[in-house]
């Protein structure tokens, strides 16, 4: 059995504006069907332990969240140890429905933003309207990081986690790298 | 900037978080139209200077088509409205009606 590794093997940077940090192992399933059918609601939030996410929201129980992804695709984040056995579970919950739920924990990489610049960092990069009472903890967004799709949220405060594909692992943290170099700080969401 | 709702996931975000899909309410002649039917319908398109009608898709969003009637001058944004439909509906022809009066495309006005 090979040894998992994450895109850029843990990379981070803290000199700038902004602690960047590339997260460890993320497991991560796609969950594609009618969310408003019985079956597919139960095996997201069986499998998560959480509520579902209402449109453009994200909602997480101890180390599980569910992401809104569109109107039929939901993102199910739990540790990378137990995608297989939630996988298992899933499937059997949806066996008789039409639906679709796949592991993509190895096909993503997921970053991590934080500090008092977190939010200047992220609204350099994406078309996202980031003032603190427009985008708040418990949002969704997916949308793009400068030219490459991305979707991020707020855990907590003065904190974003990213997701982006695996092979724009590398392009995604030399633009946050970037975004965050020092002295770069604009100010704009500083009283 | 040309700034659009998503119907499908209710974000607002301005256009290159979206996809342009060229024309609106295309009407399709396949085999067995008439050539002039077929040329029109592969190449003959609506270029006005004001009310168009265009399909758009949330391409770094949900990934859903809808519809967008916008001013091609100004950038207003009239209405967004949903992909399954064949026209666009009547209270947004009337909407812009209010704003343009006289305003024709194709065969709605």
Same mark, same amino acid.
């Given at each position: 059995?090979?040894?998992?590794?994450?895109?850029?093997?843990?990379?981070?940077?803290?000199?700038?504006?902004?602690?960047?940090?590339?997260?460890?192992?993320?497991?991560?399933?796609?969950?594609?069907?009618?969310?408003?059918?019985?079956?597919?609601?139960?095996?997201?939030?069986?499998?998560?332990?959480?509520?579902?996410?209402?449109?453009?929201?994200?909602?997480?129980?101890?180390?599980?969240?569910?992401?809104?992804?569109?109107?039929?695709?939901?993102?199910?984040?739990?540790?990378?140890?137990?995608?297989?056995?939630?996988?298992?579970?899933?499937?059997?919950?949806?066996?008789?429905?039409?639906?679709?739920?796949?592991?993509?924990?190895? /096909?993503?990489?997921?970053?991590?933003?934080?500090?008092?610049?977190?939010?200047?960092?992220?609204?350099?990069?994406?078309?996202?309207?980031?003032?603190?009472?427009?985008?708040?903890?418990?949002?969704?967004?997916?949308?793009?990081?400068?030219?490459?799709?991305? /979707?991020?949220?707020?855990?907590?405060?003065?904190?974003?986690?990213?997701?982006?594909?695996?092979?724009?692992?590398?392009?995604?943290?030399?633009?946050?790298?970037?975004?965050?170099?020092?002295?770069?700080?604009?100010?704009?969401?500083?009283? | 900037?040309?700034?659009?709702?998503c119907p499908v996931c209710g974000v607002t975000a301005e256009e290159t978080e979206f996809q342009g899909g060229g024309e609106a309410h295309l009407k399709r002649f396949g085999p067995g139209a008439s050539e002039d039917d077929f040329e029109g319908y592969l190449f003959m398109r609506e270029n006005p200077r004001g009310v168009h009608f265009e399909r758009w898709r949330h391409a770094y969003g949900c990934g859903k088509?809808?519809?967008?009637?916008?001013?091609?001058?100004?950038?207003?944004?009239?209405?967004?409205?949903?992909?399954?439909?064949?026209?666009?509906?009547?209270?947004?022809?009337?909407?812009?009606?209010?704003?343009?009066?006289?305003?024709?495309?194709?065969?709605?006005?």
């Amino acid at each position: 059995m090979s040894e998992p590794i994450t895109a850029l093997g843990g990379a981070s940077a803290d000199n700038g504006i902004a602690t960047l940090a590339e997260a460890p192992l993320q497991g991560m399933i796609t969950l594609r069907g009618d969310l408003t059918a019985s079956a597919v609601k139960k095996a997201a939030t069986s499998a998560s332990g959480t509520a579902m996410p209402d449109q453009g929201m994200v909602t997480a129980e101890k180390d599980r969240a569910l992401c809104w992804m569109s109107p039929d695709e939901l993102l199910l984040l739990c540790p990378y140890d137990a995608v297989g056995e939630t996988l298992d579970r899933m499937h059997k919950v949806l066996a008789k429905s039409h639906a679709l739920a796949v592991n993509v924990s190895d /096909a993503r990489a997921m970053f991590r933003v934080s500090g008092v610049g977190g939010r200047e960092v992220m609204a350099k990069l994406s078309p996202v309207d980031l003032a603190p009472d427009q985008f708040t903890p418990g949002m969704f967004r997916r949308t793009r990081l400068a030219q490459v799709p991305a /979707a991020f949220w707020m855990p907590e405060e003065e904190a974003f986690h990213i997701i982006c594909f695996r092979s724009q692992a590398q392009y995604v943290f030399d633009l946050l790298t970037v975004a965050a170099q020092p002295g770069s700080s604009v100010g704009v969401y500083q009283e | 900037m040309l700034i659009l709702s998503c119907p499908v996931c209710g974000v607002t975000a301005e256009e290159t978080e979206f996809q342009g899909g060229g024309e609106a309410h295309l009407k399709r002649f396949g085999p067995g139209a008439s050539e002039d039917d077929f040329e029109g319908y592969l190449f003959m398109r609506e270029n006005p200077r004001g009310v168009h009608f265009e399909r758009w898709r949330h391409a770094y969003g949900c990934g859903k088509w809808f519809h967008a009637a916008r001013c091609t001058t100004t950038l207003e944004v009239f209405g967004i409205y949903s992909a399954q439909t064949t026209e666009p509906p009547k209270d947004l022809r009337d909407k812009i009606s209010e704003k343009r009066p006289n305003w024709a495309w194709r065969e709605f006005e």
